[in-house]
C-alpha cells in the first residue's frame, strides 16, 4: 500500500441521501452495520413478488388491538415456498446481505402494513432472529428509524424507498431499536414520505447457535418481534 500514494483519505464521509443520522460518529460507526441499497429490485422484480404475495396476504385480516403489540395495523405470514422468480430474487437478497457461512431462518417474513399502520420502536428477540435482517419493500415508502437503546440521542433514519433492500446487522440490529414511522411523523428530515399501505419482505439469519449441526435445532416460530423495549429512561 502506498502511503504516499496521494490517495485524499476523507475525514467526513457524506452521508448518502438515504440515511440520515443525529451526528457524523453515529452515522460513521453504523456505515456498514445500517445499509440501505435504493433500486435493489427492478420494477418487473417488486412486480414478481407483489403479485405472488398478494393473494396471500388477502386472506388475512388486518391487525390493531393490540395495545402493547410493537406492529399496528398489518397483516403477515411466513412464506418457504416460493416461486422459482421469487427465489432468485431471494437469493440475490442473500448474497447481498448476508455472508456465504450465515445460515438464514427458512421462512422469510411478510409483512403487509396498512396506509395506518406502523412498528414502534424494538429489537427483534434474539431467540429467533440472529445477528442480520434484510428487508425489501415494496408499494410505497416509509422511514425507519434506529435509536441507541442505552443512548436515545443517537439515531439514525433510513429512507426506505419501493424497491430498496434495508440491511442491518451487528450494533444496528442489537444496540439500537427500530421502528417504522406512522403517517403522521413521516418526515425524513425535512422531506415528507407519504405512508401508503407497505409490504416488506424479510430475510434473517438464524439465532446465534442453532445452524444447522449445532444448538437446539428446533422449529423456528413465527413472530419474531419482541414488545418495544423502552426506547429511553
Ligand atoms: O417492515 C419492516 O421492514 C420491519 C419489520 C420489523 O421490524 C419486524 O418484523 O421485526
Ligand atoms: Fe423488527
Ligand atoms: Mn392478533
Known amino acids: 500500500m502506498a502511503a504516499g500514494g496521494g490517495r485524499l483519505v476523507m ?7 438515504w440515511v440520515r443520522g443525529s451526528d457524523p460518529a453515529v452515522l460513521s460507526r453504523l456505515r456498514d452495520a445500517a445499509v440501505v441499497k435504493p433500486g435493489f429490485l427492478s420494477a418487473a422484480e417488486e412486480e414478481t413478488l407483489s403479485r405472488e404475495l398478494e393473494p396471500e396476504l388477502r386472506r ?7 395495545w402493547d403489540a410493537a406492529i399496528h395495523g398489518f397483516r403477515e405470514t411466513e412464506k418457504t415456498l416460493w416461486s422459482q422468480a421469487s427465489r432468485a430474487i431471494l437469493e440475490r437478497v442473500r448474497a447481498a446481505a448476508f455472508p456465504p457461512s450465515q445460515a438464514l431462518l427458512p421462512a422469510v417474513h411478510v409483512l403487509d402494513l396498512e396506509r395506518r399502520g406502523f412498528i414502534k420502536p424494538h429489537v427483534d428477540s434474539v431467540k429467533f432472529c440472529g445477528d442480520t435482517i434484510a428487508g425489501l419493500s ?27 433492500l434495508y440491511v442491518l446487522r451487528g450494533p444496528a440490529r442489537y444496540d439500537f431499536s427500530h421502528e417504522i414511522l406512522p403517517d403522521g411523523e413521516s418526515f425524513f428530515g425535512e422531506r415528507r414520505v407519504p405512508r401508503g399501505r407497505r409490504i416488506s419482505v424479510i ?5 446465534e447457535g442453532t445452524g444447522p449441526g449445532g444448538g437446539e435445532g428446533a422449529p423456528q416460530p413465527a413472530g419474531p418481534t419482541t414488545p418495544a423495549p423502552p426506547a429511553a429512561k
Request: hydrophobic share 30%.
Open 203 to 207: 430475510c434473517r439469519s438464524q439465532p
Open 138 to 164: 415494496l408499494l410505497s415508502a416509509g422511514v425507519m428509524r434506529l435509536r441507541h437503546v442505552q443512548q436515545p440521542g443517537q439515531w439514525l433514519e433510513l429512507l426506505l424507498e419501493p424497491g430498496s
Open 11 to 17: 475525514r467526513t464521509l457524506p452521508a448518502p441521501g
Open 60 to 66: 388475512r385480516r388486518y391487525e390493531y388491538d393490540h
